[in-house]
């Protein structure tokens, strides 16, 4: 428990910043469903894949490798199925969906919660920034490829973060997708997560008039494996304050898992979320047009990356 908790009380939803997993699910059974979690092998995946399986749902967990998701997987126990999915490689992307549909795998939420954050030096992807690639296209692949496998009141939910505010106007600098024009991590990053809830409104967009929902959030600030581009001065920084202002990862996973399971949502849809509750996101965030266009420009990315790897 944080210093910082102390000071809170929960919001409108009965949980707030300290609630953990655990707790948002505590009076539901999963049992029957089926909920896929990417990046599955870490921090708040990983306790993200234990207690959706803790609940009694058959959980796909995906990682950059078979070999980290099997890990993952035989750690949780019950139901947990492994799969390859390296979202900065679109062969991979696509062979994962491919291997749900194969399966006839029918899936009542899919949790984009993988991620890389801050990369200090400008990496690119298909010519693309690649913190924008993997966190946004990788999981726009994913998504759209897995529409046909989403249950009627299948959930979406995209791991979004409150760094999403520091994102350069417009949100998205779609004219500076390489980095080519100015590239700093955090910006990149902060770019990356307003795609993130941009694509959860477009998508909530399509889904209106079923039950389908699609919704961002934010987990909170956690110490976990994100942190690994930091240099080391921030990350000495970083330990010391853990205990003053940090969440647990059992509390950074609770928005995720609320969102994705809690019978209380069912229906809301284009929301953003932190702390299990909702909240707004900087106010071009909410902009329709830019969603719509970024959608756009994010398939025909994905489309160019069927070729396999460019030059
Ligand atoms: N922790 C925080 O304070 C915080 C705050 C706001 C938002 N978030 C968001 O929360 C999410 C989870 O982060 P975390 O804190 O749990 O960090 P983490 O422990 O570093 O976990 C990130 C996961 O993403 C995976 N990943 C990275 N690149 C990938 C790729 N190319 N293909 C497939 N998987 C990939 C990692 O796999 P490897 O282990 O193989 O690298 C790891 O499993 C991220 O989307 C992050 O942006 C975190």
Redesign the pocket.
Known sequence: MSLYQLFLSNGPSGFGYGSTADEVTESLSLAGKTLLV??????????TLRVLALRGARVLG????LE?ARE?CQAVGGQAVPLA?????PV?VRACAAAVANEGIVLDAIL??????ALPKLSCAYGYELQFF??HI?HFILVTGLLEQLSETGRVVM?????HRMAPKGGVELDNLDGGRGYTGWRA?AQ??FA?ILFAKELARRFAGTERTANAV???????????HLNPVVRALQGAIVPLF??T?PQ?AAT?VYVATHPALAGVSGKYFADCNETSPRPDAEDAAKARELWDVSENIAAATLGGRAA
């Open positions: 990417t990046g599955c092998n870490s921090g708040l995946g990983r306790e995906t990682a950059r490798t980290k993952a999915c390296d979202l900065s490689e991979s984009c919660n993988a991620g890389i954050m993997t966190n990788g791991l979004s973060s409150s760094a990053y990356s997560k993130n934010h987990p909170g600030v956690i110490l976990t494996g994100i942190s690994r940090f969440k990862v950074g995720q």
